[in-house]
C-alpha cells in the first residue's frame, strides 16, 4: 500500500492527520521527548545489550579508534585550531568536518562497551562542550560571516553533527553550559535561509526530497532537546517530513516540486536527477531512522507510513541492485568517486534490517529474506561494521543466523522495469543484469557538480551497462570504468569525435561564475542547475513498455537545453552539439537487440557509435573471436565486416557475444588503459588505475549521410550460440528507420516496436498509429496474445494499435483499454492520457 497524494494531503489539511500525527493531552511532550533522546542515543551508541554482542565489537573499536585519534588532534592542536591543521574561517566543508569530529568523540562516550576513559567520562564530554561553544564563539554564531560555500552544510551537515551531539550529551550540556542548545538552535533556524522565518520552506526548491528528510529529522531533535519537549517544534517537523512519502503525481505537483519517489519506482532529486543510488538511500536511511527515534513516543503513528516504505525498497531499489552491487544508472555524480557500488547497498540493507523490525507477518519475513540474498549473493563481502547503529549489526547477525529465513529476492528471476518516469531501464535474467541510462526534456543528461563527475556528457544518452552473474563488479565497472574507459566511448554511446573540455577547464572553476548575467549564475544558482550541474535533453521522447518479463525501449538522442538556449547565454559560456540517433532496445530472454537509425551529426562532424566497452584488470586472461560475414574466422583487434564477435574473461569466467544483424564494418580495440582516479573527480586521490579495455565501435565518417545499425548483445554466450544466429532465426529486423524500430524473435512469439513519428507504422501485422512502444506475443497457434502499450513522449491521450489477421475478443485488459473488431483485424485503443509512461496490457484469444 502506497500513500496517495490525496490521501496524505487530505490527512495534512484535516482530521485526518491523526491517522499520522495524533493530537495529544497537554504535558505529554515531555515524557515523549526523554523517550525520543533515549530511542536516538540507542540508535547511534547501541545499547547495554547490543553492545555485549560479539559482533558490535568491531564497531565499539572503530568508534574508540576514531574518538581518540580526534581528542589527539585537540591535544596537538595550535593557537586558533580546535583540531591540527584544520584551518576554519573560509573553508565550510572543513567547519562540517569539525562539528562532525566533535560528534564522533561525544559518541563514544554515550557507547556502552568503549572504555572507561570514554565512555560516560564527563571530562571527555566537557572537552566536545567547549569545542561547541568554541566554534559558535569564533565561527558559527554570527550570520553575517557564515553561510559561505556550499549551502548544505550550513542548513543540513552541520546542524546534523550539532543536534546529534546536544542529544548524545544533553544531560552534560544542562549540567555544565544549561544555555548552550537554546544557542545553537537559534543559530541553525537563522541557517535555514532558503526557508521561512527559520523554519522550513516548502516552496523552496532546496527543501524537498532527502534534503527535506535531513532537515526536518534535525529539527525533530532539536526539538526534544527544548525545555518544553519541543511538541509544537517536532509537530511541525513530523507533518513537513510526512510530505517525502507521498507518491509523486507529475500532472498534479504539490509545491512545484518533482523530488521524491514515483508510481513505477523511480526517485528524481535535484528536480530531474535520476538519484536512487545516492540521494535515494539517503532519504531511505533518514527516514527508517526517523521511525526508529519516533517509536513509542507518541509523536506520531510510524506504522502508518511503513507500507510506502516497504514499495521503495521493493519497487525501487530491489530492481537496481545486482549481486549486491548497485547499478551506476541511478546514482548522479557519485559515479566518480571511490567508494562501490557494494558500499551503497550496505547502507540500503542496514535501512532494510531495520524496516525489518518496523515490518510484521509477511512483509517482514520478506525483507529478512532480501537481506540474506543480498549477502548470499554479493561478491564483496557485506562488512556490518560500516552499518551506523550497532543495534542494526545485532539484528542483521539474528536475520543472519535465523534458520528458518531462507535466501529469496525481491525480484523475480526474470524481470523487466521501466523506470519512465526517471528515463532508465532495467532488464533482468539469471546470468546477468542490464540497465540503460535515459534522457529526455524531462531528465537530465548527466550530473556534473562540486568536481565530481568531469566528463558526464554523454552518460544519459543511452550508455548501458552489462552486469555478468559471479563477476566482482568493482573490475568491470565503479570508478575504474569511467577512468579508463574514454567518456565519449561509454558501452551504448553516439558521440561526436571532438574533444570536449571539464568545467574547471573551461572556467577555472567547478561551475561558471557570471552573477551579473540576468541569468544570475552563481555557484547555487537554478541557471547553474539547468546549464553546468544538470542539463537535460530537448527532445520528449524517451520510454518504453513492458509485457510480462519482456521489454521495449526508446529515445530520440538530442542536444542538451544548453545549446538550444546557445543564443541567451553569456558569449563565453562554452556550448556542445550532440550527435543525432533514434535508438531501441529489446529486452528478450537471451538478447538484447540495439536498432539505431539516423545516426549522423547535423553539423558534418564524423561520429561513433560504441556498441560495448569492457574493462578488465591488466593480468585477466582476455580473448577475442569472432567470424566475419565471408565465414573466415577473426581474432583480437582490427576493423572488419564482422557476423559476430565474442569477448572472453577466461579469468573471470565470463564472457558476451555481439551479433551483427545489419552493421557497418565494426572496429575492435584491446588496449590497456592507465590513468588516475583524479581525471573523473578533482577530490579523488592521484590514484594510477589499469585496466585492459575493450572496445567495439562502429565509425561514421565525417559529411557521411546517415547510417543504421543493428546489433544483439548476447550475455555469457557460448561460440556455438553465436553461430547459430543468422538468416532471420531467431531474431529479424522488422524495421530500423527513424520512423519506426521493430524486431520479432521467432522462438518467442514475440513482436515489438516503438515508432516515434505521427502518421501509421505497420511492421509484421502490427500498424501502431503515432509514436508509442508496443511488444505483442503470439506464442502459438490457438494460444492467447497479449500486448503492451506505452506512450514513451508522455503527452498522447490515446495510442491505437491494430493487429491484423482474424478478430480476437478481450480476455483481461487494464483499465483504460478497450477492444474492438474491425475489418481486417483487432483494434486496440489505449487512454495514455497522465499515464506517464505506464505499460497498458491485453490479453485476447
Do not use: C
Given at each position: 500500500?502506497?500513500?496517495?497524494?490525496?490521501?496524505l494531503?487530505?490527512?495534512?489539511?484535516?482530521?485526518?492527520?491523526?491517522?499520522?500525527?495524533?493530537?495529544?493531552?497537554?504535558?505529554?511532550?515531555?515524557?515523549?521527548?526523554?523517550?525520543l533522546?533515549?530511542?536516538?542515543?540507542?540508535?547511534?551508541?547501541?545499547?547495554?545489550?547490543?553492545?555485549?554482542?560479539?559482533?558490535?565489537?568491531?564497531k565499539?573499536?572503530?568508534?574508540?579508534?576514531?574518538?581518540?585519534?580526534?581528542?589527539?588532534?585537540?591535544d596537538?592542536?595550535?593557537?586558533?585550531?580546535?583540531?591540527?591543521?584544520?584551518v576554519?574561517?573560509?573553508?565550510?566543508?572543513?567547519?562540517?568536518?569539525?562539528?562532525?569530529?566533535?560528534?564522533?568523540?561525544?559518541?563514544?562516550?554515550?557507547?556502552?562497551?568503549t572504555?572507561?576513559?570514554?565512555?560516560?567520562n564527563?571530562?571527555?564530554?566537557?572537552?566536545?562542550?567547549?569545542?561547541?561553544?568554541?566554534?559558535?564563539?569564533?565561527?558559527?554564531?554570527?550570520q553575517?560571516?557564515?553561510?559561505?560555500?556550499?549551502?548544505?552544510n550550513?542548513?543540513?551537515?552541520?546542524?546534523?553533527?550539532?543536534s546529534?551531539?546536544?542529544?548524545?550529551?544533553?544531560?552534560?550540556?544542562r549540567?555544565?553550559?544549561?544555555?548552550?542548545?537554546?544557542?545553537y538552535?537559534?543559530?541553525?533556524?537563522?541557517?535555514?535561509?532558503?526557508?521561512?522565518?527559520g523554519?522550513?520552506?516548502l516552496?523552496?526548491r532546496?527543501?524537498?526530497?532527502?534534503?527535506?528528510?535531513?532537515?526536518?529529522?534535525?529539527?525533530?531533535?532539536?526539538g526534544?532537546l527544548?525545555?518544553?519537549?519541543g511538541?509544537?517544534?517536532?509537530?511541525?517537523?513530523?507533518?513537513?517530513?510526512?510530505?517525502?512519502?507521498?507518491t509523486?503525481?507529475?500532472?498534479?505537483?504539490?509545491?512545484?516540486?518533482?523530488?521524491?519517489?514515483?508510481?513505477?519506482?523511480?526517485?528524481?532529486?535535484?528536480a530531474?536527477?535520476?538519484?536512487?543510488?545516492?540521494?535515494?538511500?539517503g532519504?531511505?536511511?533518514?527516514?527508517?531512522?526517523?521511525?526508529?527515534?519516533?517509536?513509542g513516543?507518541?509523536?506520531?503513528?510510524?506504522?502508518?507510513?511503513?507500507?510506502?516504505?516497504?514499495?521503495?525498497?521493493?519497487d525501487?531499489?530491489?530492481?537496481?541492485?545486482?549481486?549486491?552491487?548497485?547499478?551506476?544508472?541511478?546514482?548522479?555524480?557519485?559515479v566518480s568517486?571511490t567508494?562501490?557500488?557494494?558500499?551503497?547497498?550496505?547502507?540500503?540493507?542496514?535501512?532494510?534490517?531495520?524496516?525489518?523490525?518496523?515490518?510484521?507477518?509477511?512483509?517482514?519475513?520478506a525483507?529478512?529474506?532480501y537481506?540474506?540474498?543480498?549477502?548470499a549473493?554479493?561478491?564483496?563481502?557485506?562488512?556490518?561494521?560500516?552499518?551506523?547503529?550497532?543495534?542494526?549489526?545485532?539484528?542483521y547477525?539474528?536475520i543472519?543466523?535465523?534458520a528458518s529465513?531462507?535466501?529469496?529476492?525481491?525480484?523475480?528471476?526474470?524481470?523487466?522495469?521501466?523506470?519512465?518516469?526517471?528515463?532508465?531501464?532495467?532488464?533482468?535474467?539469471?546470468?546477468?543484469?542490464?540497465?540503460?541510462?535515459?534522457?529526455?526534456?524531462?531528465?537530465?543528461?548527466?550530473?556534473?557538480?562540486?568536481?565530481?563527475n568531469?566528463?558526464?556528457?554523454f552518460?544519459?544518452?543511452?550508455?548501458?551497462?552489462?552486469?555478468?552473474?559471479?563477476?566482482?563488479?568493482?573490475?568491470?565497472?565503479?570508478?575504474?570504468?569511467?577512468t579508463?574507459?574514454?567518456?565519449?566511448?561509454?558501452a551504448g554511446?553516439?558521440?561526436?569525435?571532438e574533444?570536449?573540455?571539464?568545467?574547471?577547464?573551461?572556467?577555472?572553476?567547478?561551475?561558471?561564475?557570471?552573477?551579473?548575467?540576468?541569468?544570475?549564475?552563481?555557484?547555487?544558482?537554478?541557471s547553474?542547475n539547468?546549464?553546468?550541474?544538470f542539463?537535460?535533453?530537448?527532445d520528449?521522447?524517451?520510454?518504453?513498455?513492458?509485457?510480462?518479463?519482456?521489454g521495449?525501449v526508446?529515445m530520440?538522442?538530442?542536444?542538451?537545453?544548453?545549446?538550444?538556449?546557445r543564443?541567451?547565454?553569456?558569449?563565453?559560456?562554452?556550448?556542445?552539439?550532440?550527435?543525432?540517433?533514434t535508438?531501441?532496445?529489446?529486452?528478450?530472454?537471451?538478447?538484447?537487440?540495439?536498432?539505431?537509425?539516423?545516426?549522423?551529426?547535423?553539423?558534418?562532424?564524423?561520429?561513433?557509435?560504441?556498441?560495448?566497452?569492457?574493462?578488465?584488470?591488466p593480468?585477466?586472461r582476455?580473448s577475442?573471436?569472432?567470424?566475419?560475414?565471408?565465414?573466415?574466422p577473426?581474432?583480437?583487434a582490427?576493423?572488419?565486416?564482422?557476423s559476430?564477435?565474442r569477448y572472453?574473461?577466461?579469468?573471470?569466467?565470463?564472457?558476451?557475444?555481439?551479433?551483427?544483424?545489419?552493421?557497418p564494418?565494426?572496429?575492435?580495440?584491446?588496449?590497456?588503459?592507465?590513468?588516475?582516479r583524479?581525471v573523473?573527480?578533482?577530490?579523488?586521490?592521484?590514484?594510477?588505475?589499469?585496466?585492459?579495455?575493450l572496445g567495439?565501435?562502429?565509425?561514421?565518417?565525417?559529411g557521411?549521410?546517415?547510417a543504421?545499425?543493428?546489433?544483439?548483445?548476447?550475455?555469457?554466450?557460448?561460440?556455438?550460440?553465436?553461430?547459430?544466429?543468422?538468416?532471420?532465426?531467431?531474431?529479424?529486423?522488422?524495421?530500423?528507420?527513424v520512423r519506426?524500430?521493430?524486431?520479432?524473435?521467432?522462438?518467442?512469439?514475440l513482436?515489438?516496436?516503438?515508432?516515434?513519428?505521427?502518421?501509421?507504422?505497420?511492421?509484421?501485422?502490427?500498424?501502431?498509429?503515432?509514436p508509442?512502444?508496443?511488444?505483442v506475443?503470439?506464442?502459438?497457434?490457438?494460444?492467447?496474445?497479449?500486448?503492451?502499450?506505452?506512450?514513451?513522449?508522455?503527452?498522447?491521450d490515446t495510442?491505437?494499435?491494430?493487429?491484423?489477421?482474424?478478430?480476437?475478443?478481450?480476455?483481461?485488459?487494464?483499465?483504460?483499454?478497450?477492444?474492438?473488431?474491425v475489418?481486417?483485424?483487432?483494434r486496440?485503443?489505449v487512454?495514455?492520457?497522465?499515464?506517464?509512461?505506464?505499460?497498458?496490457?491485453?490479453?485476447?484469444?
Amino acid at each position: 500500500m502506497e500513500i496517495t497524494r490525496r490521501r496524505l494531503l487530505s490527512a495534512l489539511s484535516a482530521a485526518g492527520l491523526l491517522a499520522v500525527i495524533p493530537t495529544r493531552p497537554a504535558g505529554a511532550a515531555a515524557a515523549d521527548s526523554a523517550r525520543l533522546v533515549a530511542n536516538t542515543v540507542a540508535v547511534f551508541a547501541g545499547t547495554a545489550e547490543s553492545n555485549a554482542r560479539p559482533e558490535t565489537a568491531a564497531k565499539l573499536a572503530a568508534v574508540t579508534k576514531t574518538a581518540r585519534t580526534h581528542l589527539k588532534s585537540m591535544d596537538d592542536a595550535g593557537d586558533g585550531e580546535l583540531f591540527a591543521g584544520l584551518v576554519l574561517g573560509t573553508d565550510d566543508a572543513n567547519l562540517n568536518t569539525a562539528f562532525k569530529q566533535l560528534y564522533e568523540i561525544a559518541l563514544a562516550t554515550r557507547a556502552p562497551g568503549t572504555p572507561s576513559d570514554l565512555y560516560g567520562n564527563t571530562a571527555v564530554q566537557r572537552r566536545v562542550i567547549d569545542g561547541l561553544g568554541w566554534l559558535h564563539e569564533r565561527y558559527y554564531g554570527d550570520q553575517s560571516k557564515g553561510y559561505y560555500g556550499n549551502w548544505f552544510n550550513w542548513e543540513i551537515g552541520i546542524s546534523q553533527h550539532v543536534s546529534k551531539t546536544l542529544v548524545l550529551l544533553i544531560d552534560e550540556v544542562r549540567t555544565y553550559k544549561p544555555g548552550l542548545t537554546a544557542t545553537y538552535v537559534a543559530s541553525m533556524d537563522a541557517y535555514l535561509r532558503n526557508g521561512t522565518d527559520g523554519d522550513v520552506n516548502l516552496d523552496s526548491r532546496f527543501h524537498t526530497g532527502a534534503n527535506l528528510a535531513d532537515i526536518t529529522t534535525n529539527r525533530i531533535l532539536q526539538g526534544a532537546l527544548l525545555p518544553d519537549g519541543g511538541e509544537a517544534r517536532i509537530r511541525k517537523a513530523l507533518t513537513d517530513q510526512l510530505t517525502v512519502f507521498v507518491t509523486i503525481d507529475p500532472y498534479h505537483l504539490n509545491h512545484g516540486v518533482t523530488d521524491g519517489y514515483y508510481a513505477d519506482g523511480s526517485f528524481i532529486q535535484h528536480a530531474s536527477v535520476a538519484y536512487t543510488g545516492s540521494y535515494g538511500k539517503g532519504l531511505l536511511t533518514r527516514v527508517v531512522q526517523t521511525l526508529k527515534i519516533l517509536d513509542g513516543t507518541g509523536f506520531a503513528h510510524g506504522e502508518e507510513l511503513v507500507p510506502t516504505v516497504q514499495k521503495w525498497v521493493r519497487d525501487g531499489f530491489a530492481p537496481l541492485i545486482f549481486e549486491g552491487w548497485m547499478m551506476e544508472i541511478v546514482k548522479g555524480r557519485a559515479v566518480s568517486r571511490t567508494t562501490s557500488g557494494y558500499t551503497d547497498v550496505a547502507v540500503v540493507v542496514e535501512a532494510v534490517v531495520d524496516l525489518s523490525s518496523l515490518s510484521a507477518g509477511a512483509e517482514a519475513t520478506a525483507l529478512k529474506s532480501y537481506v540474506k540474498h543480498v549477502r548470499a549473493t554479493s561478491r564483496a563481502a557485506l562488512d556490518p561494521t560500516a552499518f551506523v547503529s550497532p543495534v542494526s549489526i545485532v539484528r542483521y547477525a539474528d536475520i543472519i543466523a535465523d534458520a528458518s529465513v531462507p535466501p529469496a529476492d525481491l525480484n523475480a528471476a526474470a524481470r523487466s522495469v521501466a523506470f519512465n518516469a526517471m528515463d532508465k531501464t532495467v532488464h533482468r535474467r539469471p546470468g546477468y543484469a542490464f540497465a540503460l541510462a535515459r534522457s529526455s526534456d524531462r531528465i537530465s543528461k548527466y550530473e556534473y557538480m562540486s568536481g565530481e563527475n568531469l566528463m558526464p556528457w554523454f552518460q544519459g544518452d543511452g550508455a548501458y551497462y552489462l552486469y555478468l552473474s559471479g563477476q566482482d563488479q568493482t573490475q568491470a565497472y565503479g570508478v575504474d570504468y569511467f577512468t579508463t574507459v574514454s567518456p565519449y566511448g561509454l558501452a551504448g554511446v553516439t558521440a561526436p569525435v571532438e574533444r570536449r573540455r571539464t568545467v574547471p577547464e573551461l572556467y577555472g572553476k567547478p561551475y561558471y561564475d557570471n552573477p551579473g548575467h540576468p541569468l544570475n549564475f552563481t555557484s547555487s544558482s537554478e541557471s547553474q542547475n539547468k546549464y553546468v550541474y544538470f542539463p537535460r535533453g530537448t527532445d520528449g521522447h524517451s520510454g518504453g513498455a513492458v509485457l510480462g518479463a519482456y521489454g521495449a525501449v526508446g529515445m530520440v538522442q538530442s542536444s542538451d537545453v544548453a545549446f538550444a538556449d546557445r543564443k541567451l547565454l553569456p558569449e563565453d559560456f562554452v556550448v556542445y552539439r550532440n550527435a543525432a540517433a533514434t535508438k531501441s532496445w529489446f529486452l528478450l530472454d537471451e538478447e538484447i537487440v540495439v536498432l539505431a537509425a539516423g545516426v549522423g551529426d547535423g553539423a558534418g562532424r564524423a561520429v561513433t557509435t560504441t556498441v560495448d566497452a569492457r574493462t578488465a584488470a591488466p593480468d585477466d586472461r582476455v580473448s577475442v573471436t569472432g567470424m566475419l560475414r565471408d565465414g573466415r574466422p577473426w581474432t583480437g583487434a582490427g576493423t572488419g565486416d564482422l557476423s559476430w564477435l565474442r569477448y572472453a574473461n577466461a579469468t573471470r569466467q565470463t564472457a558476451v557475444g555481439y551479433v551483427f544483424l545489419d552493421t557497418p564494418r565494426v572496429r575492435v580495440a584491446l588496449d590497456q588503459v592507465t590513468r588516475s582516479r583524479r581525471v573523473v573527480r578533482t577530490a579523488n586521490p592521484d590514484t594510477p588505475v589499469t585496466r585492459t579495455v575493450l572496445g567495439v565501435t562502429v565509425d561514421g565518417a565525417a559529411g557521411a549521410e546517415p547510417a543504421r545499425l543493428a546489433y544483439a548483445l548476447v550475455p555469457n554466450a557460448a561460440e556455438a550460440a553465436l553461430r547459430s544466429y543468422g538468416s532471420g532465426q531467431p531474431l529479424k529486423v522488422l524495421a530500423n528507420t527513424v520512423r519506426l524500430q521493430a524486431v520479432a524473435h521467432t522462438g518467442l512469439g514475440l513482436t515489438a516496436a516503438n515508432s516515434f513519428t505521427a502518421g501509421h507504422h505497420e511492421a509484421a501485422g502490427v500498424r501502431i498509429d503515432g509514436p508509442a512502444s508496443v511488444l505483442v506475443r503470439r506464442p502459438g497457434h490457438g494460444d492467447e496474445t497479449t500486448v503492451a502499450v506505452s506512450d514513451p513522449t508522455m503527452d498522447r491521450d490515446t495510442v491505437s494499435v491494430l493487429l491484423r489477421g482474424r478478430s480476437l475478443r478481450e480476455v483481461t485488459a487494464d483499465d483504460g483499454v478497450r477492444v474492438s473488431r474491425v475489418p481486417g483485424g483487432t483494434r486496440i485503443d489505449v487512454e495514455t492520457r497522465h499515464a506517464y509512461g505506464r505499460s497498458f496490457t491485453v490479453t485476447l484469444r
